[in-house]
C-alpha cells in the first residue's frame, strides 16, 4: 500500500490517499489488525504503569479501541470534548456505559462536565489518533491541528500514536507547528520515536 503514496504531495492529497487505503480495508482485516493492536497495546500499558489514559473514539476508519477500555478498565479513561470556539479540545472523563453524543463531525464525545475535565500529569498518556506516522514520531492527522493545540498547551506530555503498520511510513511531510509522538503502536509492535 505505501508504495502507491505520493509522499512528496500536498498533506491535502496525502490525507485523501490514506482516508481511501485505510476505508479500504476489508471487515475482516480490519477487525484482524485492530485485535492485534488492541493486544499489544493492552500488555505494553500492563507494564507501564499509567494512572490516566487521554483516548478517542474511532473515527473513519481509525483503530476501535473500545476492547482496550474494557481490557483496561482499571485505569480512568478520558476522551476529547471540542471547545465551543471548535479550534481546541480538552478531556473529560468517561466510563463504560455512559451516554456519548456526536459532535458536529459526527465524532462521539463524553458531556463536558467541569467536574470530569482534566490535564495531562507525568503519569497520563495520551493516545493520538493518525492517518499515518513515520518511526521519529512525525504524525500526519486529519489536518485540523486541535492535537498539535492540544499539545502545545502542554508540551511534556507522552504521546503515543496508533496506526495499523501498513501506515507506517517513513518521509511524512512536517512543518514548524507539528508536534512529535514519543511512541507508536501497530499490530506488530511498540515504537520509542525518541
Known sequence: MTKLLNIKGSKVSLRTQLLEARTSLSEDDFNNKNQLLTSNLT???DASGWKKIFSFKAFRGEPDLDLLLKKIGKIPFFFPVMTRNLRAIDFYRWELGQPLQPNKY????PEPLQSNLSTPDQQTLIIVPCLACSTNGTRLGYGGGYYDRYLERYPDAVTIGVVFSDFLIEGLPRQAHDKKLRFIA???????CS
Open 106 to 109: 459526527g465524532i462521539n464525545e
Open 186 to 192: 501497530t499490530e506488530h509492535k511498540i515504537i520509542s
Open 43 to 45: 500488555t505494553w500499558l
